[in-house]
């Protein structure tokens, strides 16, 4: 049982233009969410964050959405440049507050087209 | 800044050889944790850690096992490797339950013969 969807295996944006990756969850317990970027060969480095309690959360070129009634978060980026092409994954910290990880969706691979 | 080493980058094993992953974090983080990564299926959880010698199953924790004797070291475990545990493993670590950031190392790549 996936409780983390990204259904976009893939993304081409053009540089210069605005990025947007999705995620979808089913727990609605989730209360924190995570988008971690990914380069190949690389640990995944921490993004951006947002807590349940809000909905968006701003740094620099990004911006995480947080629609709680539809259990969707986005991410923004713009504007897009070629050093953002990586994969992004978004994850959701499970509930209860315990030491446990993160639950992850399988990843949308950006890839900036200049 | 935090750092989370691992002590391989890459990893040759042949199938049925007993496999240590090595990871080391210099914060003193409370927390942490082993996943592997495979395409098209995002990271998986295999073990956690909260504390040493505290140790809880993840979400594949079959074919494992973990190790956390010093606060700073987390090790996993292939007991008898299997070419279906070729993959990219990546260690995190984090201060403190209440806390959300997990911070990565740069992953082993082990490929079982």
């Known amino acids: 049982d996936q409780q983390v969807k990204q259904n976009s295996p893939s993304l081409s944006v053009q540089e210069g233009r605005i990025s947007i990756l999705n995620c979808d969850y089913t727990?609605?317990?989730?209360?924190?969410f995570l988008w971690y970027k990914k380069y190949p060969a690389e640990g995944p480095t921490f993004l951006i964050s947002i807590s349940s309690i809000k909905d968006k959360n701003e740094d620099g070129r990004f911006t995480v959405f947080l629609n709680k009634s539809a259990k969707h978060l986005s991410l923004h980026i713009v504007p897009s440049q070629p050093g953002d092409s990586a994969v992004y994954f978004c994850a959701a910290k499970r509930p209860g507050g315990g030491a446990d990880g993160l639950t992850f969706g399988k990843g949308t691979h950006l890839i900036i087209q200049p | 800044d935090v750092k989370v080493t691992q002590s391989s980058r890459y990893l040759v094993k042949r199938t049925g050889e007993k496999v240590f992953l090595e990871c080391v974090q210099d914060m003193d983080h409370e927390n942490m944790f082993w996943y592997r990564q495979d395409p098209g299926l995002g990271l998986r959880l295999i073990y956690f850690?909260?504390?040493?010698?505290?140790?809880e199953k993840g979400d594949i924790p079959e074919g494992y096992s973990v190790s956390r004797e010093k606060k700073e070291r987390f090790s996993l475990i292939l007991e008898s490797a299997s070419t279906n545990q070729t993959s990219m493993y990546l260690c995190a670590s984090r201060y403190g339950a209440t806390y959300n950031e997990q911070f990565f190392g740069p992953g082993t790549r082990l490929t079982v013969l």
């Open positions: 850690s909260y504390d040493v010698k505290m140790k």
């Open positions: 727990n609605s317990m989730f209360d924190y």
